[in-house]
T-cell receptor, first 111, second 115 residues
Framework: GNSVTQMEGPVTLSEEAFLTINCTYT??????LFWYVQYPGEGLQLLLK?????DKGSNKGFEATYRKETTSFHLEKGSVQVSDSAVYFC??????????FGGGTRVLVKP | NAGVMQNPRHLVRRRGQEARLRCSPM?????VYWYRQLPEEGLKFMVY????????ESGMPKERFSAEFPKEGPSILRIQQVVRGDSAAYFC?????????????FGDGTRLSIL
């Protein structure tokens, strides 16, 4: 079956530090890949997506590249802000249209 | 805000009662999905519906849980005879179609607490 593995948190950073959250996946077929962000007490917001190999999704300074050869979709941001503190979820969608999520990574950015 | 609307935001039930969670998809979206998030865990798929049809219910517990998406009105996730283990956040998502590259848009969830 399909699965997503992402690094466990919490990840604690200082403002303006570089952020990387690793995500690897296992899927039958050729999935689309997504990063979602969840702020406290809220639902998930789509952060970025990529639908084919070597696609780079980007939004709000975050980037992730679909690497088929390593089955990875790592999330990066060059300079984090306090407002980036949230839980980040990597997810895939393969045939069947349902999302399979990783366990989430909590990020805490300190001033 | 024309996003996915879920209500109530918080729901408290005693063991043995029924819980009804409602979800109105984004305008123009005919595909609805329900996910459950246990504390400190990721989201797990429960059920996928289109208007008047259940497409995939492979993530639904076999007993006490049911879902519908009628021709008119919101989608309903119904939990009968709730137990403590049902305490979780339940999220609804919607999409306009079933294309692989279409993201799903999420509501703010219903936090269900069982006393």
């Amino acid at each position: 079956g399909n699965s997503v593995t992402q690094m466990e948190g919490p990840v604690t950073l200082s403002e303006e530090a570089f952020l990387t959250i690793n995500c690897t996946y296992t899927a039958t077929g050729y999935p689309s890949l997504f990063w979602y962000v969840q702020y406290p007490g809220e639902g998930l917001q789509l952060l970025l997506k990529a639908t084919k190999a070597d696609d780079k999704g980007s939004n709000k300074g975050f980037e992730a590249t679909y690497r088929k050869e390593t089955t990875s979709f790592h999330l990066e941001k060059g300079s984090v802000q306090v407002s980036d503190s949230a839980v980040y979820f990597c997810a895939l969608k393969a045939a069947g249209n349902k999302l399979t999520f990783g366990g989430g990574t909590r990020v805490l950015v300190k001033p | 805000n024309a996003g996915v609307m879920q209500n109530p935001r918080h729901l408290v039930r005693r063991r043995g009662q029924e819980a009804r969670l409602r979800c109105s998809p984004m305008k123009g979206h005919s595909h609805v999905y329900w996910y459950r998030q246990l504390p400190e865990e990721g989201l797990k798929f429960m059920v996928y519906l289109q208007k008047e049809n259940i497409i995939d219910e492979s993530g639904m517990p076999k007993e006490r849980f049911s879902a519908e998406f009628p021709k008119e009105g919101p989608s309903i996730l119904r939990i009968q005879q709730v137990v403590r283990g049902d305490s979780a956040a339940y999220f609804c998502a919607s999409s306009p179609g079933d294309s692989l590259n279409q993201p799903q848009h999420f509501g703010d969830g219903t936090r269900l607490s069982i006393l």
